[in-house]
């Protein structure tokens, strides 16, 4: 009687692990170790190098892989070029002469393109070089599970709505990241992306000169802070595409500085600094500024939420060829 229950239960969980997989779409760890076993060392070997030419790659290849996040899914739509068919997502506002690492993506896809051919998909790739770049850059390892698919069309509308921006409020922030599947401390933690790369300065050029109306900058950016942007970004439009680095103390290093700056009122953009301003998300920003190992730990587990958002699986979607373009093959 005992030996009927266990074989029955053995076949039981027999079949769960054979059909659960594609039943619930889900990712997995080892999804390309038959077939693409050197995939994980490709991807090392060419962020490596487009960062060895262009250090500020890692915070591109980071943003970029939470803008096809974002947008309907880690499903490499962000990467695709505006066809006939649709206007992508490239030519959206947040992304447009903004976000940047395309041509490191597509070269490491035609290098893994010689070596599995049709195997590997472009958003497991930008998912795996955003690890890679954190890591280059002394931040935390994440596990990143694989097998997303790549999507077949992508919407500069879905961009527009879905990206976050800096002129909003942390009300509307959250509630984007709640509409993926992220809470109040994912924000605060996915935040702290702004520890690495520069932003234009359009994207916080009111706070330096009329906050407001007021005639006079934000009371919330420290004093010194406004006469030195005030330096880098003329009141002028010329300047409009100038670059300050988000986290003035280390610009290219992934660690906890970025908290300490807000504890110091010295974020760069006014989202940035809008987490000081909520009871909740300031005792966070407070934690993380002390605690730089927790904030490490927090990073990785919010960086594995944000990687399975919306992924496609199984059947769905397409392993491309390139990762600008959808193949009009099979
Ligand atoms: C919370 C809402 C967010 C807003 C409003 C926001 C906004 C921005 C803006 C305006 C820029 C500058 C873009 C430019 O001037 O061209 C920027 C840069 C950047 N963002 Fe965010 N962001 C947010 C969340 C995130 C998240 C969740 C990540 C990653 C996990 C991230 C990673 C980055 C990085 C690394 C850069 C620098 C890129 C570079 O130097 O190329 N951001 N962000
Ligand atoms: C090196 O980086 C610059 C930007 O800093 C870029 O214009 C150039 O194409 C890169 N070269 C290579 C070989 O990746």
């Not at 054979?18 to 962020?47: H, I, K, S, T």
């Not at 919407?155 to 599947?181: C, M, R, Y």
């Not at 009371?219 to 003035?248: F, H, I, R, W, Y």
Request: proline share 5%.
């Amino acid at each position: 009687m005992a030996s009927k229950t266990l074989s029955c239960l053995g076949i039981f969980f027999c079949m769960m692990f054979l059909f659960e997989p594609l039943a619930n779409g889900q990712l997995d760890y080892n999804f390309y170790d038959d077939l693409c076993p050197n995939l994980p060392m490709m991807v090392r070997w060419g962020v490596w190098a487009a960062l060895r030419n262009d250090t500020r790659m890692a915070a591109s290849l980071l943003r970029l892989h939470f803008h096809d996040c974002f947008v309907n899914g880690c499903d490499g739509s962000v990467l695709l070029d505006d066809t006939p068919n649709f206007k992508g997502e490239k030519n959206a506002l947040p992304n447009r002469n903004s976000a940047r690492g395309f041509e490191v993506i597509e070269s490491i896809k035609a290098d893994v393109e010689r070596a599995c051919p049709s195997i590997v998909s472009c958003a497991d790739i930008l998912a795996l070089a955003a690890r890679e770049a954190v890591i280059l850059s002394e931040g935390p390892f994440w596990p990143v599970s694989l097998g997303r698919r790549d999507a077949l069309t992508a919407s500069t509308k879905a961009a527009n709505e879905q990206l976050p921006t800096p002129f909003e409020s942390l009300d509307n922030i959250v509630t984007k990241f709640a509409s993926n599947g992220l809470d109040l401390r994912d924000v605060v933690v996915l935040s702290g992306a702004h520890t690495l790369g520069y932003a234009q300065c359009f994207t916080f050029k009111r706070r330096l000169f009329d906050f407001k109306g007021s005639g006079k900058p934000d009371p919330l950016l420290d004093a010194s802070m406004v006469a030195s942007l005030q330096g880098t970004c003329p009141n002028v439009d010329e300047s409009n595409s100038k670059l300050a680095p988000l986290d003035v103390q280390t610009v290219y290093k992934f660690d906890n500085a970025y908290y300490k700056n807000l504890m110091t009122n010295t974020g760069l953009l006014e989202s940035d600094q809008a987490l000081m301003g909520n009871p909740k998300t300031a005792e966070m920003v407070n934690f993380y500024s002390t605690y730089p190992y927790l904030y490490s730990r927090d990073f990785a587990a919010s960086m594995v939420k944000l990687g399975n958002i919306g992924v496609l699986t199984g059947q769905d979607g397409q392993i491309r060829k390139k990762c600008g373009s959808v193949n009009y093959y099979y």
